[in-house]
């Protein structure tokens, strides 16, 4: 049950600051009111993440004590990665469309889009391996069914939040206009760009 809480809390919590890539894909289609489309990304994304959140939980200690640099290489690849996303959402406009939405393509895309998008971020390893160590240090059982719930909830945590949030643009996105959205896009990108910054710091050092 702890894991199932937990895990829960964990991933809708750590959704909540709308400035990563999922977010920023999340807000742009809303806005675009390609609604379907961003709750497809959220549950790919959050396919890819429950599986990071495993293998962080499962396998997070004994690699880093097996392989000291592999977190910088992780970093590392992780800046370049955001890096690359960053600049791409630099560059993003949104235009917010008033009548329905068509559109051609499959619709699996999405869904892959935000499961390629979370997969190729492999700083979300060390991320859910920091959280790991912590939230189960907090338990006083760390049971097989504790263990093997609290991903699995986690990704529910994380598809649950980015639902809300997609139903708050649906309702509010006029209101926050095409100028107010692409600079909100735009502060993104450069956090972004600036959290890629930081990580290419630790790497280095």
């Known amino acids: 049950m702890q894991g199932v809480i937990f895990g829960f809390l964990s991933g809708f919590i750590g959704s909540i600051p709308v400035s990563g890539p999922i977010a920023l894909l999340v807000f742009r289609n809303s806005m675009q009111g390609h609604f379907q489309w961003a709750q497809r990304i959220v549950l790919g994304a959050a396919l890819a993440e429950a599986g990071y959140c495993a293998l962080a ?29 960053g600049i791409f959402f630099l560059v993003q406009k949104v235009h917010i469309q008033t009548e329905g939405v068509t559109t051609t393509e499959r619709k699996g895309a999405p869904f892959l889009t935000g ?6 971020n492999p700083t979300l390893f060390l991320t859910w391996g920091s959280a790991n160590s912590i939230i189960f240090s907090w338990l006083e059982i760390t049971g097989l069914w504790d263990m093997l719930l609290f991903p699995i909830f986690a990704g529910i945590g994380i598809i649950v939040w980015f639902f ?14 095409e100028r107010i959205g692409n600079y909100a896009i735009r502060a993104a990108a450069f956090i972004i760009l600036g959290s890629g910054v930081y990580l290419l710091f630790q790497a280095i050092s």
């Open 57 to 85: 939980l499962f396998g997070y200690i004994q690699l880093i004590q097996a392989f000291p640099s592999l977190a910088s290489y992780i970093r590392l690849i992780g800046a370049i990665f955001l890096f690359i996303l």
């Open 115 to 120: 499961f390629l998008i979370a997969a190729f």
């Open 164 to 177: 809300i949030l997609v139903a708050v643009f649906k309702r509010y996105r006029e209101k926050i206009g």
